[in-house]
């Protein structure tokens, strides 16, 4: 399997998806759980943390796997 991550330049997002954070790699790779009209909340389990970033400011970079 392989990870292919590519920079976040859209304001489209999805419960589900997974992001790695640009400024927190400690957090380890994040899931978006819920999304509303101004904010994206991300859960990243490896560190047991969430939060809720602006739509507007958000610097992550979503990531997807490959077969």
Partial sequence: MTISIASLHS???????????????????????DVDDRCVHILFPQSEETRVYAKKTLRHYRAWYLK
């Fill in 11 to 33: 304001t489209e997002f999805a419960v589900g998806q997974r992001y790695l954070s640009d400024t927190e790699s400690e957090l380890g790779l994040g899931v978006v759980i």
